[in-house]
T-cell receptor, first 110, second 115 residues
Framework: GIQVEQSPPDLILQEGANSTLRCNFSDSVNNLQWFHQNPWGQLINLFYIPSGTKQNGRLSATTVATERYSLLYISSSQTTDSGVYFCAVERSGGYQKVTFGIGTKLQVIP | KAGVTQTPRYLIKTRGQQVTLSCSPISGHRSVSWYQQTPGQGLQFLFEYFSETQRNKGNFPGRFSGRQFSNSRSEMNVSTLELGDSALYLC??????????????FGPGTRLTVL
């Protein structure tokens, strides 16, 4: 099946710092989505981004489908950004349609 | 518009028992997917339903089953529980007929503990 690798696995930031999270995938995908899981387990949609660039406030994402990677940028990080960030991809067919990466655990300290 | 709701939020069962979890999607959404999240395996896709039909399934044993009702509410059932079934079970709904990621919106999850 498709492999989804996220890096770094863990990240500690000082409040106000910027960061880049990466998601690499091993095969062509139809769709890609970034999620933030808060400490209570709730998965929150950040971006639905099969290709191109999107921005939402302090967050932005870029997917280069032809090179099989996506990047999530967090600027001016805040303590509320803490949690785990997941990348999920969907391929066009096959047995397991949706695959999640293992996530990047982000801790923002004041 | 109300989000995805899951009940119950927490559940404790013993080995060998069975459990049923419920998910109500966002109003108007007809696709419901289920995921299992564990520390060791991460987030894994269980199955997806659309218009009461299972459209796709992940690599889980037959003890895991599900169904969807005409109002798009979905249930998943796990029979003969094992310790390894302890996990956070997440439900997601989406609007698009083709299912898959298509901007999935997740519920708060049901945390199942098997003793």
């Amino acid at each position: 099946g498709i492999q989804v690798e996220q890096s770094p696995p863990d990240l500690i930031l000082q409040e106000g710092a910027n960061s880049t999270l990466r998601c690499n995938f091993s095969d062509s995908v139809n769709n890609l989505q970034w999620f933030h899981q808060n400490p209570w387990g709730q998965l929150i949609n950040l971006f639905y981004i099969p290709s191109g660039t999107k921005q939402n406030g302090r967050l932005s994402a870029t997917t280069v489908a032809t090179e099989r990677y996506s990047l999530l940028y967090i600027s001016s990080s805040q303590t509320t950004d803490s949690g785990v960030y997941f990348c999920a991809v969907e391929r066009s067919g096959g047995y397991q349609k949706v695959t999640f990466g293992i996530g990047t655990k982000l801790q923002v300290i004041p | 518009k109300a989000g995805v709701t899951q009940t119950p939020r927490y559940l404790i069962k013993t080995r060998g028992q069975q459990v049923t979890l419920s998910c109500s999607p966002i109003s108007g959404h007809r696709s419901v997917s289920w995921y299992q999240q564990t520390p060791g395996q991460g987030l894994q896709f269980l199955f997806e339903y659309f218009s009461e039909t299972q459209r796709n399934k992940g690599n889980f044993p037959g003890r895991f089953s599900g169904r969807q009702f005409s109002n798009s509410r979905s249930e998943m059932n796990v029979s003969t529980l094992e310790l390894g079934d302890s996990a956070l079970y997440l439900c997601a709904s989406s609007l698009m007929a083709s299912g898959g990621l298509n901007e999935q919106f997740f519920g708060p999850g049901t945390r199942l503990t098997v003793l």
